[in-house]
């Protein structure tokens, strides 16, 4: 996460606010369904944070517009994936209201062996 | 099929933690157009719950079987809600699905969608519906699935269940169990929804639930001391409503507590003190005061046999040290060939279950618990008994008759199935064990448990296949049901 100066405090806010869901929710494989985290920070004396978690490719709204039908099979198996993940969420006394297509990220199975902390440190660098 | 790709939830800046004060409410409503729900569009200030997911979760639902988004922006939102027309699904992704489809999925569909946070299906509930169909898309016995959802009632194969305790399965449809020593009937087509909790009654009552022929209503009977209690569940186009209809109270003298059956206009039972009653239901619940047969002791089995259409039931008594079981027809319709039989037996303990043969004029017989034996109604034919090492909890006839199912506990854990023409051992199924149910009038699944572990396990036993808990499913983990 980036923003400018002016806008410091407002972030920072809204990035407490993501710590503290995600130290809450996203220890690393604290659920399937959900990203898991490995580190978070703040780069000092900059109006840049950083939120260290594994490499996702591909979001929901991709995944739809990619297909043009989808099995009904596969319906099902997405909507097990995300309620699983939100019920998860749920159970723990958070709401996350912001569920969008663009939030439910997949990633692929081979991925999930890497260990993506170097990884996401430097994406993050280059986003900005 | 798409299986191998896992999704994940990203992106908790919005997140919010629903304080205890305010238990899953929160303000400052935001969340992205097209996917906020009405509450966090109209009211800001009054909080939301975390019910708004569940419509997100809705909108995505749509968009994953149309390939179009539902709402494009608030207004559209807005629109939907004045307009009270329900969200219908285009003709061509119904020509996708198949035309069976229609009603469950706008049914689900606009359970995610409601207005009302309130009335709005809570995560579990979307959860467990999901489940439930994704884990049957799994099931490669197409037949039976379709032949499943048309009737719209539910097998199904529960998670953990910790702490419960499972008292019966009936009808396919729901699951009778206990948590804290309280009573509740849960309805397995509708995500495990508990329907009844039936006030100040025992675990003694609502021994029995059975499928009205004529109206398709379910009725629960039970007896508790000497009353027989009746009750109607009425349904509604496939979906059940909660339990609606008028407690029906009607005394008899001690009911037996293995004596009592249905075949789907008729209820018969017999008494403690060797009284034989039947209830014609067809007949707007006439009641039969006087017993249409007496026996010399109390009446410990009794049953409908569908063929013939007759009533079979055990009486015993006592003579000096010896224990008489007698069995005897009673013909609904008169049967020529019917006549009574006596046999010795010492009764050490009794198996549950369906000791008729629902076809022929066979009966299951268990001298003691580690021993079945077949014979013949009419006390010509015998087949050798089979002797087990292990304890068995329940034998039970197949729905049609084909099979004999026996589970056991104990040194072994798990269920035979043998051929019930001449009882020779078709195949074992292990590490399962405890009371069984048939989920199905087609012969082919059947629900066993709770094991060892309280879990409940379907099974289809005619394939050897066997499906368990979601545990195994994918990593998926699914929550335990919530007592609130």
Same mark, same amino acid.
């Given at each position: 996460?980036?923003?400018?100066?002016?806008?410091?405090?407002?972030?920072?806010?809204?990035?407490?606010?993501?710590?503290?869901?995600?130290?809450?929710?996203?220890?690393?494989?604290?659920?399937?369904?959900?990203?898991?985290?490995?580190?978070?920070?703040?780069?000092?004396?900059?109006?840049?944070?950083?939120?260290?978690?594994?490499?996702?490719?591909?979001?929901?709204?991709?995944?739809?517009?990619?297909?043009?039908?989808?099995?009904?099979?596969?319906?099902?198996?997405?909507?097990?994936?995300?309620?699983?993940?939100?019920?998860?969420?749920?159970?723990?006394?958070?709401?996350?209201?912001?569920?969008?297509?663009?939030?439910?990220?997949?990633?692929?199975?081979?991925?999930?062996?890497?260990?993506?902390?170097?990884?996401?440190?430097?994406?993050?660098?280059?986003?900005? | 099929?798409?299986?191998?790709?896992?999704?994940?939830?990203?992106?908790?800046?919005?997140?919010?933690?629903?304080?205890?004060?305010?238990?899953?409410?929160?303000?400052?409503?935001?969340?992205?157009?097209?996917?906020?729900?009405?509450?966090?569009?109209?009211?800001?200030?009054?909080?939301?719950?975390?019910?708004?997911?569940?419509?997100?979760?809705?909108?995505?639902?749509?968009?994953?079987?149309?390939?179009?988004?539902?709402?494009?922006?608030?207004?559209?939102?807005?629109?939907?809600?004045?307009?009270?027309?329900?969200?219908?699904?285009?003709?061509?992704?119904?020509?996708?699905?198949?035309?069976?489809?229609?009603?469950?999925?706008?049914?689900?569909?606009?359970?995610?969608?409601?207005?009302?946070?309130?009335?709005?299906?809570?995560?579990?509930?979307?959860?467990?519906?999901?489940?439930?169909?994704?884990?049957?898309?799994?099931?490669?016995?197409?037949?039976?699935?379709?032949?499943?959802?048309?009737?719209?009632?539910?097998?199904?194969?529960?998670?953990?269940?910790?702490?419960?305790?499972?008292?019966?399965?009936?009808?396919?449809?729901?699951?009778?169990?206990?948590?804290?020593?309280?009573?509740?009937?849960?309805?397995?087509?509708?995500?495990?929804?508990?329907?009844?909790?039936?006030?100040?009654?025992?675990?003694?009552?609502?021994?029995?639930?059975?499928?009205?022929?004529?109206?398709?209503? @379910?009725?629960?009977?039970? $007896?508790?001391?000497?009353?027989?209690?009746?009750?109607? =569940? +009425?349904? #509604?186009?496939?979906?059940? &409503?909660?339990?609606?209809?008028?407690?029906?109270?009607?005394?008899?003298?001690?009911?037996?507590?293995?004596?009592?059956?249905?075949?789907?206009?008729?209820?018969?039972?017999?008494?403690?003190?060797?009284?034989?009653?039947?209830?014609?239901?067809?007949?707007?619940?006439?009641?039969?005061?006087?017993?249409?047969?007496?026996?010399?002791?109390?009446?410990?089995?009794?049953?409908?046999?569908?063929?013939?259409?007759?009533?079979?039931?055990?009486?015993?008594?006592?003579?000096?040290?010896?224990?008489?079981?007698?069995?005897?027809?009673?013909?609904?319709?008169?049967?020529?060939?019917?006549?009574?039989?006596?046999?010795?037996?010492?009764?050490?303990?009794?198996?549950?279950?369906?000791?008729? @043969?629902?076809?022929?004029? $066979?009966?299951?017989?268990?001298?003691?618990?580690?021993? =079945? +034996?077949? #014979?013949?109604?009419?006390? &010509?034919?015998?087949?050798?008994?089979?002797?087990?090492?292990?304890?068995?909890?329940?034998?039970?006839?197949?729905?049609?008759?084909?099979?004999?199912?026996?589970?056991?506990?104990?040194?072994?854990?798990?269920?035979?199935?043998?051929?019930?023409?001449?009882?020779?051992?078709?195949?074992?199924?292990?590490?399962?064990?405890?009371?069984?149910?048939?989920?199905?009038?087609?012969?082919?699944?059947?629900?066993?448990?709770?094991?060892?572990?309280?879990?409940?396990?379907?099974?289809?036993?005619?394939?050897?296949?066997?499906?368990?808990?979601?545990?195994?499913?994918?990593?998926?983990?699914?929550?335990?049901?919530?007592?609130?």
């Amino acid at each position: 996460m980036f923003g400018n100066p002016e806008g410091r405090d407002e972030i920072k806010k809204s990035f407490e606010n993501e710590v503290r869901a995600i130290s809450k929710l996203c220890k690393s494989n604290s659920h399937a369904h959900i990203v898991s985290v490995f580190r978070l920070g703040e780069v000092k004396d900059s109006a840049l944070f950083y939120i260290d978690m594994e490499l996702c490719d591909g979001n929901l709204d991709q995944f739809m517009r990619d297909r043009a039908a989808i099995e009904l099979n596969d319906v099902w198996s997405v909507m097990v994936q995300i309620t699983s993940g939100l019920a998860y969420i749920h159970s723990h006394g958070e709401v996350h209201r912001d569920i969008k297509p663009r939030n439910g990220k997949t990633q692929l199975q081979t991925y999930c062996s890497l260990s993506s902390s170097i990884h996401g440190y430097s994406k993050t660098l280059e986003n900005h | 099929m798409d299986i191998q790709k896992l999704w994940k939830i990203t992106d908790f800046g919005l997140t919010s933690e629903g304080t205890s004060k305010v238990l899953h409410t929160t303000t400052s409503a935001r969340g992205t157009n097209g996917y906020r729900a009405p509450e966090m569009i109209r009211d800001s200030k009054k909080g939301f719950s975390n019910k708004a997911d569940v419509w997100a979760v809705g909108c995505i639902f749509y968009e994953l079987l149309v390939g179009e988004q539902l709402f494009v922006d608030d207004w559209s939102v807005f629109n939907y809600l004045h307009s009270n027309t329900p969200i219908s699904i285009p003709q061509q992704a119904i020509d996708r699905f198949g035309a069976h489809w229609v009603g469950r999925l706008s049914d689900f569909l606009q359970g995610m969608l409601s207005a009302d946070p309130q009335s709005r299906l809570g995560i579990s509930q979307v959860l467990r519906q999901c489940a439930f169909h994704y884990e049957f898309a799994l099931i490669d016995h197409p037949t039976v699935y379709q032949s499943y959802r048309l009737q719209g009632c539910a097998y199904w194969d529960m998670p953990k269940l910790v702490g419960w305790d499972v008292l019966g399965v009936y009808d396919s449809s729901y699951i009778r169990c206990t948590f804290n020593k309280e009573q509740f009937i849960l309805d397995v087509a509708n995500g495990f929804s508990i329907i009844h909790r039936p006030p100040n009654l025992n675990r003694d009552c609502m021994d029995n639930i059975w499928k009205r022929r004529s109206t398709g209503h @379910h009725l629960f009977a039970g $007896h508790l001391g000497v009353r027989l209690y009746l009750t109607e =569940l +009425e349904t #509604r186009s496939e979906r059940f &409503e909660d339990l609606t209809g008028a407690l029906r109270l009607r005394y008899f003298t001690e009911i037996s507590a293995k004596a009592l059956s249905y075949d789907g206009d008729r209820i018969c039972w017999g008494t403690t003190k060797g009284e034989v009653h039947m209830l014609d239901l067809s007949s707007s619940y006439l009641r039969s005061d006087w017993p249409i047969a007496l026996c010399d002791g109390e009446v410990r089995h009794l049953g409908f046999h569908r063929r013939d259409k007759s009533l079979l039931y055990r009486s015993t008594f006592k003579n000096g040290k010896t224990t008489f079981a007698v069995w005897r027809w009673y013909n609904v319709i008169p049967n020529p060939n019917a006549r009574e039989f006596e046999r010795e037996t010492t009764f050490t303990s009794w198996i549950s279950g369906d000791l008729f @043969h629902p076809v022929l004029h $066979h009966i299951l017989f268990c001298p003691n618990d580690r021993r =079945l +034996e077949v #014979r013949d109604i009419f006390g &010509e034919q015998y087949w050798e008994g089979i002797h087990f090492d292990s304890r068995i909890v329940t034998v039970a006839y197949s729905p049609c008759g084909g099979y004999i199912l026996s589970s056991h506990m104990y040194i072994f854990e798990g269920v035979h199935i043998f051929d019930a023409t001449n009882l020779r051992r078709l195949h074992t199924i292990e590490d399962i064990g405890g009371p069984l149910w048939f989920c199905d009038e087609r012969n082919e699944l059947c629900l066993v448990g709770p094991d060892g572990l309280k879990r409940l396990h379907l099974i289809n036993f005619k394939a050897e296949r066997r499906r368990v808990g979601f545990e195994h499913l994918h990593g998926i983990a699914v929550p335990q049901i919530n007592l609130s």
